[in-house]
């Protein structure tokens, strides 16, 4: 390991990240702004023993239904994004404490910090009480030769101060130029050849890939199982996307699909995106009038993370957790999983029929797009507009009845949210975010489009 030890600075340029950052966008650990509500969290002790576990079918493993994502990990300062290590540990401690066992992240997390901070967290418990997943995240063209992409591989056992790896992905398959793109990183350098030697050797353990995108790339990799044997597939899936994915953005797929293809041939499934980002927590105010009278003393969030442990074929579900009251409100929900009924499955299909009414920008929050070159917060933007859409503060013109309580809240919201210097007013239309967005989200036009609207606000010009 010390052979192939490396600074933390020589490590990004390897990746090709500089000051400038042109090439792969490193995600941010910005504090989230979908905090749960004040009391919409459903309340109650947090059983300790009662966690509901998942069997691995090759290796016979018990692993937690709640899986711990590392990607939003608390910050010290939103700024320079050094990373709350201090909280990070005390969070670590409280799910392993009831029950959670898998814990996720990458290289490309937190600006490069989540497999450090991670490591650190999880390296004061015994090395059997948990399991790692990590990511190739070889996304920049600089990384894409067998050397730098092996340096990757190396820096990340030493970041997570380990031997082996648990579960290893090959990351976001499908992203960028489809096929093209995956046979650079993984095919023609051989690293996918080298990955499954590193399994054959026991210093992988479980190895499969997370899907974005170009739905072929999907499709080969599966027609390739006999040969590759994947050990486990990451998708997106809730309830929302289940039959909706395509329909709200046209380069994703319909969660249906993904994991009928997984369950065709006996894969498990790890899901990411449970939340779509928070969306499904800071759901449209008349949605959460409707589950909250189904079930009063369960949070919003609720529904969505019993949908996605529902499905038999899901190995884990994936949380990227930023506070305490986040993580108790999953363990309420997981300590143990109560899996829908036929009728409550049917009662949110339905809710997701009303909710693709809604114009929402399909940002999830991943912060790939991230960091902008001119300092714009993307994600803040995006999350404050969705955010005011679900509150009903988004006025059609300005003879709408709720015109004035809608353009002040919009307003100072905004002003909140999103410091003055980090607004969509500065986009300059470069577009070096959008190439990273897994939902293929056209960012300088969103960003143009939520501008205009905001001079009108303040012009009292909408219209």
Request: charge should be neutral; include cysteine; hydrophobic fraction near 35%.
């Amino acid at each position: 390991m010390k052979k192939h030890d490396i600074t933390r600075r020589d490590f990004l340029k390897r990746l090709g990240i500089g000051v400038s950052v042109t090439g792969l966008a490193l995600a941010g650990c910005k504090q989230p702004a979908n905090k749960l509500s004040e009391g919409k969290a459903a309340l109650g002790e947090i059983p300790t023993d009662k966690m509901t576990y998942r069997t691995n079918p090759k290796t016979g493993e018990k692993v937690s239904i709640l899986g711990y994502g590392c990607m939003r990990w608390p910050t010290l300062d939103s700024n320079s994004g050094e990373l709350d290590q201090e909280t990070i540990n005390r969070l670590v401690d409280t799910a392993i404490a009831h029950g959670v066992n898998y814990f996720d992240t990458s290289p490309a997390y937190c600006q490069g910090r989540s497999e450090q901070a991670t490591g650190i967290a999880l390296s004061r418990h015994p090395r059997e009480s948990y399991f790692i997943a990590t990511k190739m995240s070889n996304f920049a063209p600089q990384t894409w030769s067998r050397e730098a992409s092996i340096a990757i591989y190396r820096n990340s056992l030493k970041e997570l101060q380990t031997d082996y790896i648990d579960y290893m992905l090959l990351h976001a398959i499908g992203v960028g130029n489809g096929i093209d793109d995956f046979n650079a990183r993984f095919i023609d350098n051989g690293i996918l050849d080298f990955l499954l030697a590193e399994r054959e050797a026991g210093r992988i353990r479980n190895l499969g890939f997370s899907y974005h995108g170009d739905i072929a790339v999907f499709d080969w990799a599966l027609a390739n199982h006999d040969k590759y044997k994947w050990d486990f597939v990451q998708i997106q899936l809730n309830y929302l996307d289940w039959k909706h994915a395509k329909e709200l953005n046209p380069r994703n797929t319909d969660g249906e699909y993904l994991y009928g293809e997984l369950e065709k041939r006996g894969i498990p499934a790890v899901i990411m995106e449970p939340l779509l980002g928070g969306r499904l927590s800071n759901v449209p105010d008349h949605i959460a009038t409707r589950l909250k009278q189904k079930e009063p003393e369960k949070s919003v969030a609720s529904w969505a993370f019993r949908y996605a442990g529902t499905h038999p074929g899901v190995l884990t579900v994936l949380s990227g957790m930023t506070y305490m009251e986040h993580l108790e409100d999953n363990l309420r929900t997981y300590c143990p999983l109560k899996p829908l009924a036929d009728d409550e499955m049917q009662f949110l299909y339905d809710t997701a029929d009303l909710m693709v009414e809604y114009p929402t920008v399909a940002c999830n929050d991943c912060k790939y797009c991230m960091p902008c070159p001119y300092g714009i917060d993307i994600p803040a933007i995006l999350l404050h507009y969705n955010k005011c859409v679900n509150q009903g503060n988004v006025a059609e013109n300005s003879q709408s009845p709720n015109y004035a309580e809608a353009r002040r809240a919009f307003l100072v919201g905004y002003d909140r949210s999103v410091p003055k210097l980090r607004q969509a007013a500065h986009c300059i239309g470069c577009n070096q975010c959008s190439p990273h967005c897994p939902q293929s989200i056209n960012i300088p036009h969103e960003l143009q489009r939520i501008d205009r609207y905001v001079e009108n606000l303040k012009q009292n010009s909408l219209s």
